[in-house]
């Protein structure tokens, strides 16, 4: 603690705060999923209290036709698509160019028993149904040729829905086992912090 100068090779605190995501796979008309169809769509909510590009809240939609964000601070919301959220599993499928950005206010909830709600003029993201939560730890998270030590407390979720200017994307999150408890393509993952 303190004032201790950075080592060579250290990693510095880039980002405290929270994110939530939700990867939304087709389903048939009995609301079963398509079995190997993968996601059409993946949503990713951050909740900065410090970053190095800035504090607040943005909401990141990757689709096949492109990257969209809502926010009210749009170079946020691009760093934030640029250095994290393109890298992770659920939005690698869904390629990054130019990030359109709407601009956005959103009042947020979360109850760690039951789920989370952001709920914006343009956008909303819906995650519910809280299924485990156990801590997570990825020291050497990779980041295209460099890598982060990224830690949070991961909440695996059954539920979810992502809607953009009133119309709700179809489709509903994968649950699946693993070998600490359940997981899931919609999740809350408080408590989090990345170094790079």
């Given at each position: 603690m303190g004032n201790t100068p950075a080592r060579p090779g250290r990693r510095n605190v880039a980002l405290i705060g929270a994110n939530f995501g939700l990867a939304l796979h087709p389903v048939d008309r009995n609301g079963v999923h398509i079995p190997g169809e993968p996601a059409s769509c993946f949503a990713s909510f951050w909740v900065a209290d410090w970053s190095r590009w800035g504090t607040g809240t943005v909401l990141m939609v990757?689709?096949?036709?492109?990257?969209r964000s809502?926010?009210?601070?749009?170079?946020?919301?691009?760093?934030?698509?640029?250095?994290?959220?393109?890298?992770?599993?659920?939005?690698?499928?869904?390629?990054?160019?130019?990030?359109?950005?709407?601009?956005?206010?959103?009042?947020?909830?979360?109850?760690?028993?039951?789920?989370?709600?952001?709920t914006g003029r343009r956008a909303a993201l819906e995650i519910s149904?809280?299924?485990?939560?156990?801590?997570?730890?990825?020291?050497?998270?990779?980041?295209?040729?460099?890598?982060?030590?990224?830690?949070?407390?991961y909440h695996p979720c059954s539920g979810g829905k992502l809607s953009e200017f009133g119309v709700e994307?179809?489709?509903?999150?994968?649950?699946?086992?693993?070998?600490?408890?359940?997981?899931?393509?919609?999740?809350?993952?408080?408590?989090?912090?990345?170094?790079?």
């Open positions: 990757a689709t096949l036709q492109g990257w809502y926010g009210s601070n749009e170079f946020f919301a691009s760093s934030l698509a640029t250095e994290l959220t393109r890298f992770f599993p659920e939005a690698t499928r869904f390629p990054l160019g130019a990030v359109s950005h709407t601009q956005d206010e959103f009042d947020v909830e979360l109850d760690l028993e039951r789920g989370f709600r952001a149904g809280v299924l485990d939560r156990r801590q997570f730890s990825a020291p050497d998270f990779q980041l295209g040729p460099a890598s982060a030590s990224m830690s949070n407390v994307w179809p489709g509903a999150p994968t649950v699946y086992p693993g070998p600490r408890g359940p997981s899931s393509s919609a999740y809350m993952a408080v408590g989090e912090s990345w170094a790079l």
